[in-house]
């Protein structure tokens, strides 16, 4: 039923970010690309001008402290030296627990 609201778009995520209409605001934002912590920063910078105040934003996959799980190496850092509030949630499903870096700006 939501064909109708949402569009799908298969492309790289930040040239799609840099193509949308300076128009645009948007007042959630889920990062959840490949397990790349620079990619993930690259996407959050790209997409800060098209967010509202306050904007939700929702970042999959975040493992502090692992090895192999680096969604959230940068952008976990930068939230913390810009002393921007944040929580980690657990998302769990039958075979998996992974953490939801949460937070508003």
């Known amino acids: 039923g939501l064909r109708d609201v949402v569009q799908l778009i298969e492309a790289d995520s930040v040239d799609t ?3 949308l209409p300076t128009s645009t605001a948007l ?3 889920l990062l959840d690309s490949d ?3 620079d990619l993930i920063m690259r996407e959050f ?3 800060r001008p098209f967010t509202n105040s306050p904007a939700l934003f ?3 996959d975040v493992e502090p402290g692992s090895t192999g799980v680096v969604k959230g190496h940068i952008i976990l850092p930068w939230l913390e030296a810009n002393k921007i509030p944040h929580r980690l949630e657990r998302r769990t499903g039958d075979m ?5 870096l949460v937070f508003e700006l």
């Open 27 to 29: 007042d959630v934002v």
């Open 35 to 37: 397990n790349n912590a």
């Open 17 to 19: 970010i840099n193509a």
């Open 96 to 100: 998996y627990s992974t953490g939801v």
């Open 58 to 60: 929702l970042v999959d």
């Open 45 to 47: 910078t790209a997409v």
